[in-house]
Nanobody, 119 residues
Framework: QVQLVESGGGLVQAGGSLRLSCAASGAPSHIIRINARGWYRQAPGKQRELVAAITSTGTTNYADSVKGRFTISRDNAKNTMYLQMNSLKPEDTAVYYC??????????WGQGTQVTVSS
């Protein structure tokens, strides 16, 4: 099993920045099998959507709405993934979730962290 804990959410004014973190913990045999990781978000009344993803080799993918503003990264030594969010907009307001998938077929989600951007 893998546990994911997000942190770094909060309230920020439009144009501001936040940095989200997602720390993975659990059995080492599961942790070392983590390959794909990603950040998702869900706004009230909307479906959960992919924000950004990163593979074990560092290849990244972003939703069009965040390209150029958000940066996903990972520190495999710390089992932690990050999402640097700059130039935040009110439409970025949502609960942000991290997700990690393993080569053994595991699919894990964090509990979510609220990001609120005021206009």
């Amino acid at each position: 099993q893998v546990q994911l804990v997000e942190s770094g959410g909060g309230l920020v004014q439009a144009g501001g920045s936040l940095r989200l973190s997602c720390a993975a913990s659990g059995a080492p045999s599961h942790i070392i099998r983590i390959n794909a990781r990603g950040w998702y978000r869900q706004a009230p009344g909307k479906q959960r959507e992919l924000v950004a993803a990163i593979t074990s080799t560092g290849t990244t993918n972003y939703a069009d709405s965040v390209k150029g503003r958000f940066t996903i990264s990972r520190d495999n030594a710390k089992n932690t993934m990050y999402l640097q969010m700059n130039s935040l907009k009110p439409e970025d307001t949502a609960v942000y979730y991290c997700r990690s998938q393993t080569t053994a077929g595991g699919d894990y989600w964090g509990q979510g962290t609220q990001v609120t951007v005021s206009s």
